[in-house]
């Protein structure tokens, strides 16, 4: 008789505007004890000492050293930024046993390979955090619309722990989605990252800067274009919908709302443009000098010919 995983506990990496939200919410639903915020030693002295809030009260999370743990985790959301996820794989490796299911709500389509090549690509359930509207400013986030995480297996994944996952969020009336095509859908994402959160953290924006006509707005889909064009030439086929429909989500958002990398900029921290501008720039190279050497294999395919 098979006996299928049930997850029970939740581990949480990283304390950001999505990590305190998802850290609120699984506390409410599972209970303080089944809900382990990981962190080192001095994140943790400093969030007790400074008090963390969501939506303006105060949260009691069940803060634990992760180097002080031995209990293998059920299911470990990463929340860091992408800077921050090497020493977070580092920190938590110990407590990755083997039915530990992965999931990552970090911006970019990078997180997940990381993930696999660290723990096992069998590990990882893809995840995308999208239409919500979460900030953070010092300890204290808020958020007006959590929105969801849609969820998928690519690349070695397992249905059976996606499976897992659903069950477990059905059960506790957590918001997530199924998109057809996984890895249509990050790149959809990073299409909405790489117009929103660039433009913003350039113009000093809020969102209402791109969802009214002007610059700001037509700067936005001009960097979205550039990407559906590396996307088209990696092979997943973005259109012009795409993009119609991800300024459809932008238009709904808080008009006095900020994107990550807005929030990252005005605080002086350092932000994720590598993740997404630096991801289109090195695809893009890869894409052009593809184009190149296909170009001149037909050259030197006709010349042959001729010659011959």
């Known amino acids: 008789m098979v006996i299928k995983m049930k997850i029970q506990t939740v581990d949480i990496v990283g304390l950001g505007a999505l990590g305190v939200m998802y850290a609120d919410f699984f506390t409410k639903k599972l209970g303080k004890e089944r809900v382990r915020v990981l962190a080192d030693k001095g994140r943790i002295e400093r969030y007790r000492a400074e008090t963390v809030t969501f939506n303006g009260k105060a949260c009691d999370f069940n803060y634990l050293d992760a180097a002080k743990e031995s ?23 110990h407590l990755v046993g083997e039915k530990t299911i992965l999931l990552s709500a970090l911006n970019g389509i990078r997180s997940e390979a990381d993930l696999g090549r660290k723990f096992g690509k069998e590990k990882v359930v893809h995840c995308i955090a999208q239409k919500m509207a979460a900030m953070k400013e010092g300890n204290a986030a808020f958020c007006t619309n959590p929105g969801e995480l849609a969820l998928g297996v690519l690349d070695g994944g397992k249905e059976e722990n996606l499976n ?10 957590f918001a997530y989605s199924c998109p057809a095509d996984m890895r249509h859908a990050m790149w959809g994402k990073l299409l909405c990252n790489v117009g929103v959160n660039q433009t913003l953290a350039l113009c000093e924006g809020t969102y209402r800067s791109v969802q009214q006509e002007g610059e700001e707005r037509e700067m936005m889909k001009a960097a979205m274009r550039e990407t559906i064009l590396v996307a088209n030439a990696e092979g997943v086929d973005l259109t012009e919908k795409d993009l119609e429909d991800w300024v459809a989500v932008i238009d709904s958002l808080n008009p006095d709302g900020e994107p990550s990398m807005r929030q990252d900029s005005k ?42």
């Open 71 to 93: 209990r293998p985790a059920e299911l470990i959301l990463f929340a860091v930024k992408y800077s921050a996820l090497e020493q977070a794989m580092e920190e938590a490796a």
């Open 164 to 173: 897992v996952v659903k069950t477990f969020f059905d059960e506790i009336g």
């Open 267 to 308: 605080a002086g921290r350092k932000t994720e443009v590598v993740l997404f501008a630096g991801t289109i720039c090195e695809l893009g190279k890869i894409a052009l000098q593809r184009r190149s050497m296909i170009y001149l294999w037909k050259r030197s395919d006709k010349l042959l010919k001729k010659i011959q």
